[in-house]
């Protein structure tokens, strides 16, 4: 089944990931839907420092929004605040990834896992009683339409049985994060929860992660800017919060989050499940966290 649905999926990557994709979708874009001040909003954005991460904030900083860069660098992040601040005059407070060779964190977990799954739900799920009182809250999560050739598979999240594929396990991890957006709001009615693939663009993490793919669709990725585009829309336009909360967007679009007959859907058992393995990893934490 796996040779299916890897070449349905890149078939369809080819005709609507790649740049000359968003530009046919694009011709469909309402420029009104993203021409608003969002002055007086704040926005906490991860991975800012570079790539779609950094596209989003300076977007976002343009339209007036206080833009809060979450970056594993100090350094970096300082470099993407300067480069913002001259670009849009806003003010910027500072506050994902694919390795291919099974590592391991300080904290004994493997890496694409603790970045990509337990990380965002950790960030999430700390956010939800501040989220939970504010107007208009919303939280978007960047997957990857990679997703779409694995079922979920809660039996093995870190993946240490069997070869070690990092491109398949990122693609796990994306199943993932679909499967906490649409989770989190059936709980959460008042936040709006959206999570969305931005394309194949020409990113650091593409060239450094996926430097054989870069090589032979480098003329024909997207730019960073339009990776970034639904991202945008989605934390700052009207009509994405006219559509139903939990939804898996593409070029402004909410889109399947499954292949025909790939069977990837998987019980609702499992789902609930990897909530709650989630939330046992992430009480871990809690419990050796100073001051607790």
Request: glycine share 8%.
């Amino acid at each position: 089944m796996s040779w299916y649905r890897n070449a349905v999926w890149f078939v369809k990557g080819l005709r609507e990931y790649t740049r000359s994709g968003y530009e046919s979708a694009s011709k469909h874009f309402n420029p009104a839907d993203v021409e608003v001040n969002v002055a007086g909003r704040s926005f906490l954005v991860t991975g800012a420092n570079s790539g779609i991460g950094k596209a989003t904030a300076k977007e976002i900083a343009r339209r007036g929004g206080t833009v809060h860069l979450v970056c594993r660098s100090k350094e970096r992040a300082e470099v993407a605040k300067g480069e913002i601040v001259t670009e849009t005059g806003n003010p910027i407070n500072n506050a994902g990834c694919m390795v291919n060779n099974r590592e391991l964190t300080e904290d004994g977990l493997e890496k694409n896992f603790a970045t990509n799954t337990l990380g965002t739900y950790i960030l999430t799920t700390a956010l939800l009683p501040l989220l939970e009182k504010e107007a208009d809250a919303r939280v978007i999560t960047v997957s990857s339409g990679g997703m779409l050739v694995q079922k979920l598979n809660i039996s093995d999240l870190q993946s240490g049985n069997g070869t070690f594929d990092g491109t398949m396990v990122y693609a796990q991890n994306k199943r993932q994060q679909v499967v906490l957006t649409e989770q989190w709001a059936k709980a959460h009615r008042n936040i709006h929860f959206s999570v969305m693939h931005p394309g194949w663009a020409d990113t650091p993490a593409v060239r450094s992660s996926m430097p054989d793919f870069y090589q032979k669709m480098k003329n024909n990725l997207r730019t960073e800017a339009q990776g970034a585009d639904t991202v945008v829309w989605l934390a700052v336009s009207t009509e994405a919060t006219k559509l139903p909360s939990g939804l898996f967007f593409q070029d402004r679009q909410p889109v399947p989050t499954h292949l025909p007959l790939a069977s990837t859907h998987s019980p609702s058992e499992d789902e609930e499940k990897l909530m709650e393995m989630l939330e046992e990893f992430s009480q871990k934490f809690k419990s050796t966290s100073p001051g607790t």
